[in-house]
């Protein structure tokens, strides 16, 4: 896998901010009225979605490789880290924050997230916005660390199930 940024082959598997994993499908060019821009095109791997993003702009959007092995072992420190103290902030202000940290498309701010809304639910009800989220959090994360890990998705989702029971 081609691992500098902004480079990516055709079959690689890539994360694109707020859709999760995809695989470069082509690499295309286009007309875009006098100008010739190149794309890569994206299926998206859970919904199934295509979405086209200029090579030029992949470093803006955000669009990276799929964390390396190695780092698996850093979203798992932060998934069981504790004693942090939950801000006691209104709901819609924590689910704006948290939705921009999902938005960088960066593992470990996703962790942070899941882990925050996971401990938050021992205390109280989380608001359907925030049930969502962990749904969100939760997919990106098993299917980015089980492309990571090369394993099933379902172990991934059991090992982070277990941090939380």
């Not at 490789?65 to 902030?89: C, H, T, W, Y």
């Not at 498309?105 to 359907?128: N, Q, T």
């Not at 994360?141 to 492309?147: Q, V």
């Amino acid at each position: 896998m081609s691992m500098a940024l902004g480079v990516f082959r055709v079959g690689d598997m890539a994360v694109y901010p707020a859709h999760g994993v995809g695989k470069i499908e082509s690499i295309e060019s286009r007309c875009i009225g006098e100008l010739e821009q190149s794309f890569y095109v994206m299926r998206i791997v859970d919904s199934n979605m295509t979405v086209m993003i200029p090579t030029k702009s992949c470093k803006t959007v955000g669009l990276r490789n799929i964390i390396s092995a190695g780092d698996v072992k850093k979203v798992f420190d932060i998934l069981n880290e504790r004693g942090m103290e939950p801000e006691s902030q209104p709901w819609n202000q924590r689910y704006r924050e948290y939705m921009g940290k999902i938005k960088t498309g960066s593992v470990f701010e996703i962790a942070a997230v899941l882990r925050d809304l996971l401990l938050l639910r021992e205390d109280k009800e989380l608001s359907f916005g925030e049930r969502k989220m962990v749904d969100t959090a939760k997919s990106l994360l098993i299917k980015e660390i089980a492309l990571a890990k090369e394993t099933q998705e379902e172990q991934v989702a059991a090992s982070i199930d277990r941090i939380f029971s």
